[in-house]
């Protein structure tokens, strides 16, 4: 699905596999990214989305995790044997990942086990850029669903794009969700003010009062 002329829904239900979370494509100028990577039972189907966009795979040079959990990342160590690309994340999720902590993960939630994968890029700060095809791409730490969650926002079409995957949640003490915490987050996202809400599980909304309003939904 075309968001923007930049940016793709390439996986999750009714791309990929119906319990897949989404998954995102940016392609600034012919360097790309993935946010997520869904739970690798549709790896085939999802490479043939990308490649639709006119993206082949020495041109993702990031996969921009937003949390750890299986539906997000189940797929991750199928793409890396395929994509060359950074894999990317915050230091807080990372050794679920490279452990393969099933329950953490959610794994278990899907009757799954999750192959480990090392996380080349851990993020620290409370906000990083990274830079992709001479624009940027802003990770920002909003812990609550997970402890290491992030969004990512960027501009294209001189619109705001928030990749918010999880905003909904849900919270559960397996999966370390600290409901506080979650509240800030989602403030913070809301704050934005983006136009573009790219979210995990229930699409996409355009429009900066309808994104808010999506958002703040979850805060009653």
Request: proline share 4%; glycine share 10%; aromatic share 8%.
């Amino acid at each position: 699905m075309k968001i923007t002329h930049e940016i793709f829904q390439v996986g999750g239900g009714g791309y990929t596999s119906f319990e897949d979370a989404a998954v995102y494509l940016m392609n600034f100028d012919g360097h790309a990214a993935l946010v997520d990577a869904g739970c690798g039972r549709e790896t085939e189907k999802l490479m043939k989305n990308i490649r639709s966009c006119g993206i082949s795979p020495d041109q993702i040079e990031y996969l921009l995790i937003t949390h750890c959990h299986f539906d997000h990342t189940g797929g991750v160590s199928a793409l890396k044997e395929i994509i060359p690309f950074q894999i990317v994340a915050h230091e807080l999720e990372s050794p679920f990942l490279e452990k393969g902590d099933n329950t953490v993960t959610a794994a278990k939630w899907y009757g799954a086990s999750i192959q480990p994968f090392h996380v080349d890029r851990k993020l620290t700060q409370s906000r990083v850029d990274i830079k992709l095809g001479g624009r940027t791409i802003e990770a920002l730490h909003a812990p609550g669903h997970s402890p290491g969650s992030l969004v990512y926002l960027t501009k294209s079409e001189g619109k705001k794009v928030l990749f918010g995957q999880d905003v909904h949640g849900p919270l559960d003490p397996l999966i370390l969700s600290n409901e506080a915490e979650y509240m800030r987050s989602l403030k913070m996202i809301a704050a934005l003010d983006s136009d573009i809400l790219c979210e995990g599980h229930y699409g996409v909304f355009k429009g900066k009062n309808d994104v808010k309003k999506f958002i703040e939904s979850f805060l009653e």
